[in-house]
């Protein structure tokens, strides 16, 4: 086992009521707030932190009403938030579902008290009698403490909403914290990790701010590199008018490692396919960190994809291998940024396979795309080529819960490696535990935070590794593959971590190819 980076201290239970003064800003365990100068780029409501870490925000002198006034707007919007306001039992199933919970020991983290942080302000203001029988309703005031609270316990959820799984009354705080944040963001409080990417986005179009220049180069150095190793030289259309698909990824796809290797999965595959498609370097981001942040700026964030699918005249969108990128697909594009009658229902052009399901959107998971081919018998595959790998799957928050993406990336990883093991069951598929980073807490500054949240990730790997020679993670989330290699080299050693697209382009046997010595690392095949 690698060393240890830090030393994770035991945390003391806060004590208080839900709403406790005396809540623990330490280091390593919050995230920081935002910088003016990415707030006012989104043209968002700005108050700067003063005292750090016991933050002291300079709100706007109105600041109550503006929140009241909020939490009202939306309790009339959406239905279900006024259900969550109402319907908890406390019956605390959920407490011990939640990742942050196991992780951290702080009951404030369980799903059922992070929720009341909401509740107990909603009994005071909104249930009948709230003010006046606080005693009986368990009402609390909006003190500046609770905006103290808020800002640490709703930036502590990673929105993975495996509470919602269990809860009998179907709550899914995820909600509650999203509601949360957007109400610190009506005045002014914001976290960094979110505010960056998404400035990022608004400017530029992808959330790691590069220019269309820059992303043209990733994608000419990615052929480059998959030339080297196969010998096949392939296209990589850019911003091509007329093209059928437009194909749309994470843009840490083609900048960061170990996504890049997936990048160059995707890349063979499409050339053997003859996928007729192109990348966009306006829409080159399929990420949407405005998620994070409100659903007014999730909107905003993601009005380009159906922009630029029109620019350019494509028929349906082919998507990437992204965790919250496909809760917005899937769940929002289409009411926030529709419609899209423009496009037309996903069809493969090899197999025939209309996928119907995928129609409204006019967007399909890659993942979906590929079990088709392989189901049709489509690829020539050769999986000793991933001979040293022995492989486990964690199935991203998002796809798994959101989307019921359970199946197709099994079947990929169960043609692509010769040995596919199986974590715990209570750990994967709709109860798959979270990296610990999601949510926008893929922040350095709260490192410590997010080696706990990921503990029962890493230990469900820990046990495979150790009962069935376990050494790669796969999984389909550009989050994942950030946080779980830090992750597992913290807790467990000697697990690596891959995109699914990565192992079955290993895999692939390309038209053409020289006799392959490495896989898409560059690593020697035996
Ligand atoms: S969404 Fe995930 S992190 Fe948030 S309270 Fe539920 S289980 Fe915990
Ligand atoms: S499981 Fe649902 S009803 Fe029970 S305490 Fe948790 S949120 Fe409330």
Redesign the pocket.
Known sequence: MSEPLIQIEPLSSPRGGCQGKNINYHEGTFCHPASAADVQQLGLPYSPATGSPEFDWELPPDWEEIILRGMKERLEKYRSFRLFMD?????????DKCPIYIGSSNPKNT??LR?ELMRAVYRYYFAPGGRHFPGITRGKPLRKETLRQWFYYFYQCTECRR?AV????G?D?AEITMIGRELLGLVGIHAGSVMKPAANSWRTGNSLGKNPDEIRQALDSAADELEQITGVRVEVPVDRKGAEILFLTPSADLFCKPHRYTLLGYLALFHQIGLDYTFSTIAAEGSNPGLYSSHELAQRLGAPIYEEARRLGVQWILGGEGGHMWRTIHQYLLTMNGPAGFLRTPESALTGTRFEHASAAGALHICEFSADLLHHGKLPLDASRNHRWTVTYHDSCHPARSMGMLEEPRTILRHAAERFVEMPVNTIRENTLCCGAGGGLDAEENFEYRMRCGYPRAMAVKTVKEESGVNLLACICATDKVSLPVLLDYWVGDVAVAGVHELLGNALVLRGEKLRTTDLRGQPLR
């Open positions: 319907s908890c039992v406390r019956c605390g199933v959920c407490m799903p059922v929720g509470c269990y809860c009998p009354v709550i705080t």
